[in-house]
């Protein structure tokens, strides 16, 4: 069953020919868009914005228009904060629509989709499906608003329990047999709600509480391992670690008693650290990172590919794991250039003897293509979504009938063939 659209009362067309822009029209009106108004170029678009009442609820952008084109136009709404959702629609390359969308989202705009002209019915169908007229956000790539709260509150809810761990599987590409979970930390505030940890991981690290937030997610999640170890299921863990933390000679210790006391071994324990911190803190964090690994813990670079260092500056520092980011994991099976920079990370990994991850993997064919492409282990919504370690059993069984549908069907290329 498709999802509902949702009803757009007004679109504006944005294109500098008349025949694309009948034809967009003509597509608006068949999703039942009930007002379509047209521009010629970005200053008629601009001129027709300030003088509308109602802004519309979406416009459809061409990028290469006389006078001011779509990325002009882009920048000016950003500059005039004419906060209207935007679908850029052009006839060039894949990987320019996606740098013009990449451009709006960082100007603060709501880029709904980047489509590739002529548009066709079903693919601006598609584009609308996740989005939300009221918001404007498309839940592909969520707009969030994050709610304001009080130091004084994280600092409570860390220190009273208030901080839960969410464990979302990580499975074995080649066979889909789960390997480990990662934990990830959730706050439900007793006001907003739940707080996305990308609300308060930063406020926690800006104000010195994210060593006592780490801890208590480690705590729990080692306490979860260890209650799974007896029943027989053993994960490895993956725990997000702040670049911060790595200044702290006393954290070997610390984690290492943690483990200790849960009865585990470091081995099943993965610590995360985000690509584009590591090589900033490089200087402390070299010695710390050294003893952890001395002392068995994996060493993952998350969200690889988000950074700028260079692999030197990675093979210098001892890691075990290269995570690679799930923006060049999502769709990259019809995108070229995303495949061209997943095949030529996990050729990098596979030479320096990482285990590599893919995260965000949300679709059989990225799936399939990570597979063919020989990447090690899977994470992302088409195997589960972060969970409450309650859940997990539940998926667990569900999980089992599924692997037939996620083993590989034919034997894994090596690295000389693909
Ligand atoms: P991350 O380390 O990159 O974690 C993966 C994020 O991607 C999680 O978001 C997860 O829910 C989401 N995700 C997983 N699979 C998919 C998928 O298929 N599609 C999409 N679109 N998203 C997927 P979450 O839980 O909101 O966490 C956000 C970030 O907050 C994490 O990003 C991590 O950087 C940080 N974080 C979470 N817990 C902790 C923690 O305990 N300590 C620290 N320092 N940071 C944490
Ligand atoms: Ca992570
Ligand atoms: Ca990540």
């Known amino acids: 069953m498709p999802a509902a659209l949702p009803q757009l009362a007004s679109v504006l067309v944005v294109d500098d020919s008349t025949v694309q822009r ?7 009106r068949e999703l039942g868009v009930q007002m379509v108004y047209e521009a ?13 009442v109602l802004p519309p609820e979406l416009m ?33 390359e894949q990987s320019l629509i996606h740098s013009v969308e990449t451009m709006g989202s960082n100007l603060g705009l709501r880029m709904v989709a980047g489509l590739q002209k002529p548009l066709q019915l ?26 304001s ?22 499975v074995d590409i080649r066979t889909g047999i789960v390997r480990g979970v990662e934990a990830l930390a959730r706050w439900q505030h007793p006001q907003f709600g ?3 940890p990308d609300a308060f991981i930063p406020v926690a690290e800006k104000h010195g509480l994210i060593h006592r937030l780490t801890l208590s997610v480690m705590a729990q999640a080692l306490a979860q391992v260890a209650v799974w170890n007896t029943r027989g299921l053993r994960l490895s863990v993956a725990v997000n670690f702040s670049p911060r933390l790595l200044e702290r000679p006393s954290l070997v210790q610390e984690i290492s008693a943690l483990v200790d006391r849960h009865g585990l071994q470091t ?10 911190h590591v090589v900033a803190y490089l200087g402390t964090a070299l010695g710390v990172l050294a003893r952890l690994r001395l002392k068995g813990f994996g060493l993952s670079i998350d ?24 923006s060049f994991v999502h769709g990259a099976h019809h995108r070229r250039n995303l495949r061209v920079i997943l095949q030529s990370a996990l050729e990098m990994a596979r030479q320096l003897e990482l285990v590599t991850v893919a995260e965000g993997i949300e679709t059989v064919e990225d799936w399939q293509l990570l597979q063919h492409f020989g990447c090690t282990i899977g994470q992302g919504y088409l195997i589960a979504r972060p969970m409450p370690a309650d859940d997990l059993p539940r998926w667990l069984k569900g999980h089992q009938k599924r692997l037939h549908e996620l083993r590989a069907e034919e034997p894994r290329l090596t690295g000389a063939a693909i």
Do not use: W
């Open 60 to 92: 459809i952008v061409d990028l290469e228009m006389p006078g001011m084109d779509g990325i002009e136009l882009i920048q000016q709404m950003s500059l005039r904060k004419l906060d209207i959702p935007l679908i850029v629609a052009s006839s060039r």
């Open 303 to 326: 969200d690889y590919g988000t950074g700028f260092s260079s692999m030197q500056q990675l093979a210098r520092i001892p890691f075990t794991e290269l995570k690679i980011d799930r």
């Open 149 to 170: 709260f009080a130091v004084e509150t994280l600092a409570a809810a860390i220190d009273q329990g208030g901080i839960s761990v969410h464990y979302q599987p990580k």
């Open 194 to 196: 739940f707080v996305p």
């Open 22 to 28: 009948d034809y967009a029209i003509a597509l608006c």
């Open 267 to 276: 081995d099943q324990v993965v610590l995360e650290i985000t690509e584009s």
């Open 122 to 147: 079903e693919t601006l169908r598609g584009a609308l499906r996740h989005f939300d007229p009221l918001t404007g956000a498309s839940s592909a790539k969520p707009a969030r608003k994050l709610p």
């Open 40 to 52: 010629a170029n970005g200053s008629e678009a601009v001129d027709l914005l300030t003088m509308l």
